[in-house]
Nanobody, 130 residues
Framework: QVQLVESGGGLVQAGGSLRLSCAAS????????MGWFRQAPGKEREFVAV????????YYTDSVKGRFTISRDNAKNTVYLQMNSLKPEDTALYYC???????????????????????WGQGTQVIVSP
């Protein structure tokens, strides 16, 4: 069994920065991809960013390109989301997700779809004030 634990959320003013972390634990953790999604009140959960666990290839939704950076530390089984130039519209509950099915092939169009992940964290709240 795999557990994903997010941290790093909080309240920040517009223009500020936050760094989210997602630590994965389990007997033997390995993944194809790890992603970040977010869900604002009354809205659907949406894709934010994904990173291929082996190659480090990344992909972002358009609204965060140039502001957010996803990275990973394979030795620590941790993925990060550095969020800069935050906007009030970035306010949401941020979720970490992983696909641990190692036989699957990574490609970006697959992993922007939340249905392609088999493990999810509980979320960390990000609030950006005007």
């Amino acid at each position: 069994q795999v557990q994903l634990v997010e941290s790093g959320g909080g309240l920040v003013q517009a223009g500020g920065s936050l760094r989210l972390s997602c630590a994965a634990s389990g007997r033997t953790f390995s993944s194809v991809a790890m992603g970040w999604f977010r869900q604002a009140p009354g809205k659907e959960r949406e894709f934010v960013a994904v990173i291929a666990w082996r190659s480090g290839s990344t992909y972002y939704t358009d609204s965060v390109k140039g502001r957010f950076t996803i990275s990973r530390d394979n030795a620590k089984n941790t993925v990060y989301l550095q969020m800069n130039s935050l906007k009030p519209e970035d306010t949401a509950l941020y979720y970490c997700a992983a696909d641990t099915r190692s036989w699957r092939t990574y490609y970006t169009s697959r992993y922007s779809n939340r249905g392609e992940y088999n493990y999810w964290g509980q979320g960390t709240q990000v609030i950006v004030s005007p």
